[in-house]
T-cell receptor
Framework: EAQVTQNPRYLITVTGKKLTVTCSQNMNHEYMSWYRQDPGLGLRQIYYSMNVEVTDKGDVPEGYKVSRKEKRNFPLILESPSPNQTSLYFCASSLTADTQYFGPGTRLTVL | KNQVEQSPQSLIILEGKNCTLQCNYTVSPFSNLRWYKQDTGRGPVSLTI?????NTKSNGRYTATLDADTKQSSLHITASQLSDSASYICVVSATTGGGNKLTFGTGTQLKVEL
């Protein structure tokens, strides 16, 4: 089944404790992206990747890192999480930047 | 600045009724417009996509329209069902030198009641 998977689905952590949210797709898509979704603000792009070893900042990249060492994986790294990064995170993939398939989401709470 | 505005912010209708959601955008240069449905706790799922030359696109009980001149789009839901309760997000794509850039609306929260 074609899908985008994210892990973990739910995470509660404390300020400053490094964490990684994994994202994997099995559709051989070149384009992958991370978003955060906050009430009243909609989806905002954090980082995106056009292909392996190619990443670029989205609209809200501060406090986040990504890597794209393999085509199928695009992990999101929070080196030192802060409470303002409490949010719902979505990974998405697509053949182009338009037709995006979203993962199920990761709800992160930073205390 | 590229922007996408959706209205209403929220809507409650009775099962079986029709409704129309609105999307106004100021995105340039326009590439395409897509409507997504997002169920609570899930990722968005694409419903329709329209390019500049398309006025109407249907997907079952969902019909999207696009007026590229006035930069407006609507999503019409016919004979609503309880399962239509979700957030509906309008996304407009702009063509840039580095590829297409997406601008997301904040969504319309639809609740269908018995």
């Amino acid at each position: 089944e074609a899908q985008v998977t994210q892990n973990p689905r739910y995470l509660i952590t404390v300020t400053g404790k490094k964490l990684t949210v994994t994202c994997s797709q099995n559709m051989n898509h070149e384009y992958m992206s991370w978003y955060r979704q906050d009430p009243g603000l909609g989806l905002r792009q954090i980082y995106y990747s056009m292909n392996v070893e190619v990443t670029d900042k989205g609209d809200v990249p501060e406090g986040y890192k990504v890597s794209r060492k393999e085509k199928r994986n695009f992990p999101l790294i929070l080196e030192s999480p802060s409470p303002n990064q409490t949010s719902l995170y979505f990974c998405a993939s697509s053949l182009t930047a338009d037709t995006q398939y979203f993962g199920p989401g990761t709800r992160l709470t930073v205390l | 600045k590229n922007q996408v505005e959706q209205s209403p912010q929220s809507l409650i209708i009775l099962e079986g009724k029709n409704c129309t959601l609105q999307c106004n955008y100021t995105v340039s240069p326009f590439s395409n417009l897509r409507w997504y449905k997002q169920d609570t706790g899930r990722g968005p799922v694409s419903l329709t996509i329209m390019t500049f030359s398309e006025n109407t696109k249907s997907n079952g009980r969902y019909t999207a329209t696009l007026d590229a001149d006035t930069k407006q789009s609507s999503l019409h839901i016919t004979a609503s069902q309880l399962s239509d309760s979700a957030s509906y997000i309008c996304v407009v794509s702009a063509t840039t030198g580095g590829g297409n850039k997406l601008t997301f609306g904040t969504g319309t929260q639809l609740k269908v009641e018995l």
